[in-house]
């Protein structure tokens, strides 16, 4: 059987993005696959949380996972720093990662651009940790949205490099997954590109949003004084709420507003009232799920130290072939 990692950083609640970007695609291959989610606290270091802010955010991401659905018993889900395995690997991979191309990641450089007072090293090496994340199971499918599409490429780099250096087989290739025929990139409301935690509170709508405040933000998403010709094509802005409604609507609802559109007849006040509604019925299982496993703290105790010793077992299987390769032996 074939084997999935994937993981999400700890720097917030879940988003609409994350949902159906990565989560779906967990829900649904862990009926079919040897599955391993975890949560990538060691990755959120590098914006420096403090010790409290860090917990939570673990914790946001661990209710998440079993409120949208992950199953404990099918799916392994553990915290990426209960498997130090991890960083050895990682050690491992860094020596072999060349500056030139680990500058060149695009999401290095988007970072730089972002918070360039603080270019840390683990911000650099960061497509290596994920790198390590994927081979330490050896996995050879990760359900990603499409923005991890150069990560997971440079994951593949690393591995081959290994097995070339080594002169073994040992990696597979791991490929980006979505059961969608395209990797999914679901837009925010702020009328430019994702959906992300880090654009701003405004542009994401989360998995624990009430409906209030989904109903909030999608009135304010950024719109245009709409269509002045029939047929015209559509600014990014709306074509974003386009795009959203065609991921929470019914293909007839979408068909209705683009007719509208296309007719010059859309109000913007009815086609955002239709979407926010769509967007309450498409988060509410996962929403009245949050509150009720996030207070069972005996639950997640479980969750946790049983995933974790799943994960370790296959990472350790892992090292300890890696540690034989590279030549290291016992006196
Ligand atoms: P964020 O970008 O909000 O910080 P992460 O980078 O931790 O979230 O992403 C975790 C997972 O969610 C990844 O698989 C990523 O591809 C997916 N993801 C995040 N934002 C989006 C989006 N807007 N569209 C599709 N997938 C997304
Ligand atoms: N880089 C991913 C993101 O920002 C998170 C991640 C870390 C990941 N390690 C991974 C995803 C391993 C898949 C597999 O979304």
Redesign the pocket.
């Known amino acids: 059987m074939e084997t999935v990692?994937?993981?999400?950083?700890s720097t917030g609640k879940l988003h609409l993005g994350n949902y159906y970007g990565?989560i779906q695609n967990f829900v649904k291959m862990q009926h079919e696959y040897h599955c391993f989610f975890?949560i990538?606290d060691y990755?959120s270091l590098t914006t420096h949380p403090t010790p409290q802010n860090l917990h939570e955010n673990v914790k946001h991401v661990l209710v998440e996972y079993l409120a949208a659905g992950i199953d404990p018993e099918k799916a392994t889900i553990y915290l990426?720093s209960d498997v130090p395995e991890v960083i050895e690997l990682y050690l491992f991979l860094n020596m072999n990662a060349y500056l030139g191309e680990l500058e060149r990641s695009t999401?290095f450089k988007d970072k730089v651009r972002a918070q360039p007072n603080n270019v840390n090293a683990g911000l650099l090496t960061?497509p290596v940790?994920?790198a390590a994340?994927?081979l330490i199971h050896r996995a050879t499918k990760?359900?990603?949205?499409k923005?991890?599409e150069q990560?997971l490429e440079m994951a593949r780099t690393f591995g081959n490099r290994f097995n070339r250096m080594y002169n073994v087989d040992y990696f597979p290739e791991p490929y980006a997954f979505s059961f969608s025929d395209k990797l999914v990139k679901v837009p925010g409301l702020d009328g430019k590109g994702k959906m992300g935690k880090s654009e701003g509170e405004a542009n994401a709508v989360y998995l624990s949003d009430t409906p209030e405040i989904i109903r909030k933000k999608v009135m304010r998403a950024v719109s245009d004084s709409g269509p002045t010709e029939p047929n015209q094509q559509k600014p990014e802005a709306i074509q974003n709420l386009f795009d959203l409604m065609k991921i929470v609507s019914s293909e007839d609802t979408y068909q209705h507003f683009d007719q509208l559109y296309n007719s010059c007849q859309i109000r913007y006040g009815d086609f955002k009232k239709q979407l926010a509604e769509d967007m309450i019925i498409a988060t509410q299982p996962v929403r009245e799920r949050i509150q009720e496993i996030a207070s069972d703290t005996n639950y997640l105790h479980k969750v946790a130290t049983f995933g974790a010793e799943k994960a370790r077992e296959s990472a350790r299987k892992t090292l300890t072939a890696v540690r034989e390769f590279i030549g290291f032996k016992r006196f």
């Open positions: 990692v994937s993981g999400i950083r990565a975890f990538a990755h990426q999401s960061y940790l994920m994340d994927i990760v359900p990603v949205g923005d991890q990560h």
